[in-house]
Each structure stands twice: as C-alpha cells, then as structure tokens.
Nanobody, 122 residues
C-alpha cells in the first residue's frame, strides 16, 4: 500500500515556473514507477510525465521540453518542475504510482494522490 500526497500547486502567470512535489509512504519507493497526470474541467485525465525506478523519464508531447520529472528515493518524493507555463496547463495535477514499469496510461496506476490545483493566468 502506498499513500501519495501532492503539494506545490497554486496560481502562476503564464511563462512562469512552478514545482510540484509528491511525497510517498512506504519503504520500497524505489521499486515504484511514478507518474504525473492532469485533468482540466470537462476533459479526460491526461498523461504528463513518468519516471521509472531507475529514473528513466517519459513526457507527453505537450510537456516535453518544458516540464522535468525527477525523484529522490532517499526522501520518497517525486517532483515535477514546470517551466514556461501556459494557460492550457491549468488543471488539477495528480501523482500516481505503480509497481511495474512506467506507463502513460492512467488505468495502469494503482495508487493516486488527492491532486493539487495549478492555475496559469494569461
């Protein structure tokens, strides 16, 4: 069982940065692939980025080059550094975990955080 708690969301102007954090419980954090997803009002949940236990990283086309996912296994934490934010990045951002290789499909993830709101003003 893994519990995930996101933090770092907020209101930011377009072009600005924001860093999200996701703290995980449990002693085997390094065995989990971690993903970030987001969901805007009226839209489906979409893949943002993922990182394997070995720190291989994966990004959606819309976030590649602007967002950076990383993890600190000593702190049981995964981060999402978001730069050059756009109004269309506005959404609730969710952290997710799974015990097998990283995936871009939200249905593959067994554990989810409660979400954190990111709002980008134009």
């Amino acid at each position: 069982q893994v519990q995930l708690v996101e933090s770092g969301g907020g209101l930011v102007q377009a072009g600005g940065p924001l860093r999200l954090s996701c703290a995980a419980s449990g002693r085997t954090f390094s065995n989990y692939a971690m993903g970030w997803f987001r969901q805007a009002p009226g839209k489906e949940r979409e893949f943002v980025a993922a990182i394997s236990g070995a720190s291989n990283t994966y990004y959606s086309d819309s976030t590649k080059g602007r967002f950076t996912i990383s993890r600190d296994n000593n702190k049981n934490t995964v981060y999402l550094q978001m730069d050059s934010l756009k109004p269309e990045d506005t959404a609730v951002y969710y952290c997710a975990a799974r015990t097998v290789p990283a995936s871009f499909r939200h249905s593959d993830y067994a554990y989810w955080g409660q979400g954190t709101q990111v709002t980008v003003s134009s």
